[in-house]
Every structure is written in structure tokens, then in C-alpha cells.
């Protein structure tokens, strides 16, 4: 016997087969509905871009938790340069105190001046890196954009779809839709390793331009 | 005589505006504007002079095909060089952006050193540097 799955407004109990070939009519009904309406079409298009869309908010959480890591790691170098500077400041200044001539002619102070020198740098490398890691805001902004778009683009047209089976008690008045955005450009790649028709870093585009004798 | 030189950056994000312009002046060209797409740097270019382009392709109002096609077809513009730097990465963008006049492309992420290296290395070329 099969096992209750579901209590209906009237209280029995529906079964997982009955479940099953209503699932079975609504999933028909919607087909049918939906190629009546001319939007199978469309409907096929946003399957294909839902795999894509799962993997451009992975490539989001990939590049914004890289760029995280790169930060924290140049800020951990560039504190420890900053601690160095501290350290040596000190041991130099009290140098100084206890005897100035010392400290200049044994080296102690150009030793200390050079030493500031490269550690300021590598402090400015640093910064320059984490500048660089802020990059991601670009790259995520565009993919974003494609994401926000296939979402506003599906929802207008349930929404159109709500109203036109919508029976005629419920129907309201159609706002006209917006033509959809269809981005001119595919933006950052996202699964470059797969693609032969996109270049994945810099040397590609290099060899590519001269090949073509750019 | 290079340190003297005009860039204009175009790109509608400030953030990546702000990294080229940070990096362009920790390469000795401090001297730079910038524009958020094609329409503002095609007024810029036309009521300013510079003296190197740095541009995004895709933009809103006006991309940067369409901007390079513009200062590619006026007579006062032609002679800037443009560099591309995108995230665009299709082999045919590449090369259409060749066969349209780019100096250069770089494709987003970039290094610092792959910045300056196509900067000096245009401006080199055209005896600016």
C-alpha cells in the first residue's frame, strides 16, 4: 500500500502515485500553457543560462574570497615591515642617546637609514598589491550585472505568464514590459579553461596579436 | 619629457579608474583625467588635450569599440594612442580591436608591470618616449 504523503483541504490523505500524476498534469499543463503563449522558446533559453548563472556566482565567491586572502596576506608583510621600522627606530634612538658619535661612526645610523629604506619599499609593494586585489569590484560588478539581469528577466516574464492564464475574475491589466538588456559583451570569463575562443592571461593575447602581426 | 605626458583613463567602474590612475603615477605619469564612459571621454578628448588614451570596453552610453571607432575617425583624435583594457577576453574582440586601431589590450586581472610595460612600450614606439 502506498504510503500517505499529503492531507488535502478535506482531510484525506493523498498518495505518493497520486502525487506523483498530479506533479505529472501541472508540469504538462504548465508546457502546454507555456507554447500556447509562444514562451517554450524563452523558457529553453533560461535553462541554458541558469548553469551558467550558478557558475558566474561561483566565480564571484572565487574571486572576492582570493582577493580577501591576498589582502590579509600583504597586510600581514606589510605590518611585519612596519614592525621592523618600529624596532629598529628604537634600538637606533637609544644608540644615539648613549653615545651619538659611536652610532654614526661605527655605521649604526647609515646601517639604520638603508635598512629604513628597503623596509619603506617593501611597505609601498604591498600597498601596491592590496591596491591591485580591489580589482575584484570591477570584474564581480560585471558578472553581477549579468546575474541581476537573467533574474529580472525570468521574473518579468512568470509575471507575464501569471497574467495571461491568470482567469478572467483575477486578470489585471498587462503593464508593457521592457525590452530585456542584453548585455553587448560577455565580460570577464568565467570558465576560460573550456572556451578555445577566449584568451585566459595576458601572454595569450600577446601571442595572439602577434601571430596576426599587431 | 614623458612625465609630462596627458593620460585619459575611461571606465565606468572608479574603482578600476582609480588602480590604472595609482599606477600610472607610480610609473612616472602622474598627469591623468578620467571618464566613466565613451560620451564624457569623447568630450574630454575634444575640448582637452591628451596625449594617451587608457579605456574599458564594455561600458554603458558608448563602449569602447565605439569610442576607439570615434577618435579613430576625427581628424584631431586619430593620432592618440588607445590602449584596451578589459575584461573581455574573445579572440575576436582582441582582434577587432586591432584591425580598429588599439595601441594595445590588456585583459583584467593585470599586473602593474603588465601596465607599464605596455604603456612604455606604445609610447616608445610612437617616439614619445
Known sequence: MADPVEQSPNGSFATAQEVHHQLGALTR??????????????????AGELPDAKSRLSYIARLTGEAAEKVLNEVDQ??????????????????????PV???????????VHDVENASKKVDQHLTEIMMAQDFHD?????????????????????????????????????????????????????????????????????????LGF | MSKELRFLIVDDFST???????????????????????V?????????????????????????FQLLSEIKKDDKLK???????????????????AQQGAAGYI?????KATLEDKVNHILTKMGLK
Open chain 1, 29 to 46: 499543463q504548465l508546457h502546454d500553457s507555456l507554447t500556447g503563449l509562444g514562451l517554450a522558446a524563452k523558457v529553453k533559453g533560461w
Open chain 1, 78 to 99: 606589510a605590518k611585519a615591515q612596519h614592525d621592523f621600522i618600529a624596532t629598529e627606530t628604537r634600538r637606533i634612538g637609544e644608540l644615539i642617546v648613549k653615545d
Open chain 1, 102 to 112: 659611536a652610532a654614526v661612526a661605527k655605521g649604526h645610523v647609515l646601517n639604520f
Open chain 1, 139 to 211: 570584474l564581480t560588478g560585471q558578472v553581477i550585472a549579468k546575474v541581476v539581469n537573467l533574474a529580472a528577466t525570468i521574473e518579468e516574464q512568470l509575471v507575464l505568464l501569471l497574467i495571461k492564464t491568470a482567469p478572467p475574475e483575477a486578470a489585471i491589466k498587462a503593464a508593457p514590459t521592457h525590452e530585456p538588456y542584453v548585455p553587448a559583451l560577455d565580460g570577464p570569463v568565467v570558465n576560460g579553461n573550456d572556451n578555445p575562443d577566449v584568451v585566459t592571461d595576458q601572454s595569450q593575447v600577446d601571442d595572439l596579436l602577434a601571430s
Open chain 2, 16 to 38: 578600476m579608474r582609480r588602480i590604472v590612475r595609482n599606477l600610472l603615477k607610480e610609473s612616472g605619469y602622474a598627469d591623468a583625467d578620467e571618464a566613466e564612459d565613451g
Open chain 2, 40 to 64: 564624457v571621454a569623447l568630450q574630454k578628448l575634444r575640448n582637452t588635450s591628451f596625449d594617451f588614451v587608457v579605456s574599458d570596453i564594455n561600458m554603458p552610453n558608448m563602449n569602447g
Open chain 2, 79 to 97: 593620432h592618440l594612442p588607445v590602449l584596451m583594457v578589459t575584461a573581455e577576453a574573445r579572440k575576436e574582440d582582441i582582434v577587432m580591436a
Open chain 2, 107 to 111: 585583459v583584467k586581472p593585470f599586473t
